[in-house]
């Protein structure tokens, strides 16, 4: 049975930082590329960032570039998020999800498996 597991969300202020993991258990973890969304209340879920397989290529959402950092520990079967200069309107429900393929895609369709979520809430 595949799990992914999200941790680290929380309350945060603008400009704080917070740092998400999601734990996979149940796949071959180093096969599959990952990938961080959100979905904000009312909207639909969005793409925020990717990783390959082997971590040599992400890929970011513009809305994120030079906040976020993702990446992975291949040993431990764990992507991280570090999200760094919150605003306000990264409040969202953040899932990581799981795909088969090498190298990152957007679209969520194309994703296999998906963890239950973290709420993020940044405050002004």
Same mark, same amino acid.
């Given at each position: ?12 202020q603008a400009g704080g930082s917070l740092r998400l993991s999601c734990a ?33 290529? @992400? ?23 570090q999200m760094n200069s919150l605003k306000p309107e990264d409040t969202a ?12 895609? @957007? ?10 979520? @973290?709420?993020? @809430?940044?405050?002004?």
């Open positions: 049975q595949v799990q992914l597991v999200e941790s680290g969300g929380g309350l945060v996979a258990s149940g796949l071959s973890f180093r096969g599959y590329a990952m990938g961080w969304f959100r979905q904000a209340a009312g909207k639909e879920r969005e793409f925020v960032v990717g990783i390959s397989q082997s971590g040599g290529s @992400t890929y970011y959402a513009d809305s994120v570039k030079g906040r976020f950092t993702i990446s992975r520990d291949n040993a431990k079967n764990t992507v991280y998020l429900v953040y899932y990581c999800a799981a795909d088969r393929r090498i190298n990152v895609v @957007t679209d969520e369709g194309s994703y296999d498996f998906w963890g239950q979520g @973290t709420q993020v @809430t940044v405050s002004s």
